[in-house]
């Protein structure tokens, strides 16, 4: 007679447990199968996305992104007198936006935005008499 070597073996005993399994679901099993086993939810890593005014009155309140999810950024539009708000930039001296308000923030990681502002012109003209 043949010898099995223990591979065979644990190969056969493997195809059963997952024959028993797929036909019966893990109510089949033991419930000493499952002794040691604690269950863990996973917990999906988060961001923060913080706006600062930059300048500017009112506050706009941070927002939490979670991983691999898209954050519509907040559409709150801080105000400063004598100044038009452009949007949002990660750089807190720049000239121009790169998000805007309502705009879609996809990246996994924190966040600063700062108000980009533009100071207003104004036309006087005099009338002489």
Known sequence: MK???R????SRML???LTTLMVFGVSALPQSAFAGLTASAATAATYTVTYDVNGGSGSVSSQTKTH???LTLRTTVPTWTG?????????KSASTAT???GDVY??????TLYAIWKINT????YDTV
């Open 83 to 91: 100044h038009t708000f452009v949007g949002w930039n990660t750089n």
């Open 122 to 125: 104004y036309t006087v003209s």
């Open 106 to 111: 996809r990246s996994n990681s924190n966040l």
């Open 15 to 17: 195809s059963v447990c």
């Open 68 to 70: 691999d999810v898209d």
């Open 7 to 10: 591979f065979s073996v644990f």
């Open 99 to 101: 998000y805007q308000p």
């Open 3 to 5: 010898k099995k070597s």
